[in-house]
């Protein structure tokens, strides 16, 4: 066996027990928030956030992506996002309300495409567009940077505006894909595996 392959068999669970990790943090977080510690919360979160782009970097770097582990990175994504959110609401409500309308945007047609996805394919979707993985990271930078240093009106703006167009592109992929599918680059290049008749 190969020294890569025996690194690769090595990590084969990693990325799918941050997710799981990530998981986990939701309910403490909830807790957290609840019972208005915000300190605790701001260093269970951000270590939540950050596992996001460890574990996806893992899984393509050694090439460790599976259904179950788009799945269920998608789940964490969303319920820690959820999570966020709620904690937000508590710790920093003028955030929410001076950015209503943003905000109530980002969150909604968020909900709506995992509403479409369920109705669809009786799962969430996990398409981990460039854009979406782009928006996701951005958001969670911004709630990083919210609870430690606190509001920045631009990157907020910008990552909302990052994550509607994600979503609206994701809707333009629920429409294409009749059947539930993973790590989907985009909607180019899924119109580009249309005309070629071959992968994206």
Same mark, same amino acid.
């Given at each position: ?42 260093w269970v979160l951000v270590p939540a956030l950050l596992t996001d782009i460890a574990d996806g970097w893992l899984a393509r770097t050694f090439d460790l992506q %599976? @259904? ?8 964490? *994504? ?15 409500? *003028?955030?929410?309300? %001076? ?29 981990? @567009? ?27 703006? @910008? ?7 994600? %979503? ?15 790590d989907v680059r985009g909607l180019w290049w899924m119109l580009e595996e249309r005309r ?5």
């Amino acid at each position: 066996m190969s020294a890569s392959s025996t690194t690769r068999e090595r990590l084969r669970h990693v990325p799918n027990a941050i997710s799981a990790a990530r998981i986990a943090a939701v309910p403490v977080l909830l807790a957290l928030a609840v019972t208005g510690r915000e300190f605790a919360f701001t260093w269970v979160l951000v270590p939540a956030l950050l596992t996001d782009i460890a574990d996806g970097w893992l899984a393509r770097t050694f090439d460790l992506q %599976s @259904t179950l582990g788009a799945l269920l990175d998608s789940v964490a *994504d969303t319920l820690l996002l959820f999570a966020a959110i709620y904690g937000i609401w508590v710790f920093h409500p *003028d955030v929410m309300t %001076s950015n209503a309308v943003l905000c109530g945007t980002v969150i909604g047609l968020w909900v709506l495409e995992n509403v479409v996805a369920l109705l669809c394919y009786g799962r969430l979707s996990s398409f981990h @567009t460039y854009v979406s993985k782009t928006a996701g990271y951005l958001l969670g930078i911004y709630i990083g940077v919210l609870f430690v240093f606190g509001h920045y009106p631009w990157l907020l703006k @910008t990552a909302a505006g990052l994550s509607i167009a994600g %979503s609206l592109e994701e809707f333009a992929l629920l429409a294409l894909l009749k059947e539930w599918r993973a790590d989907v680059r985009g909607l180019w290049w899924m119109l580009e595996e249309r005309r070629n008749g071959r992968p994206a």
